[in-house]
């Protein structure tokens, strides 16, 4: 089954991850990468350069803004493989530690 894993960083704290955590990532992702968990990892750009595109029905819109405005933003993600929840919840915990970071999890839809 695969998941992603939303690294969630506040816009008042650290957003770009410093040395230490950068290290501790890597090793993360080496360690997913060896056991084929993982799919793909990427960070992600700050909110002020989102830009959100509305053009449902008869709407012309974009937005120079994230859709959301919160000190909470998504900052990166892993999308990776597990054989359940036990095993993902775990390796989120993981990232979570490495990243110094939360990690929202959720399961791909099948």
Avoid at 50 to 63: C, H, K
Avoid at 70 to 87: K, P, Q, R, Y
Wanted: hydrophobic share 50%; with cysteine; glycine share 4%.
């Amino acid at each position: 089954m695969r998941y992603i894993f939303a690294v969630i960083a506040n816009r008042i704290g650290e957003i770009q991850a410093d040395h230490d955590e950068m290290t501790a990532i890597d090793s993360f992702n080496e360690k997913i990468e060896a056991a084929g968990q993982r799919i793909m990892a990427a960070g992600v750009a700050a909110p002020d350069q989102a830009i959100v595109f509305d053009f449902r029905g008869n709407r012309e819109s974009i937005v120079r803004e994230p859709i959301v405005d919160s000190d909470l933003f998504m900052a990166g993600f892993w999308i990776i493989e597990a054989e359940n929840d036990t095993v993902a919840h775990a390796l989120a915990a993981e990232a979570s530690h490495a990243c110094n970071r939360p990690i929202e999890v959720r399961p791909f839809l099948r």
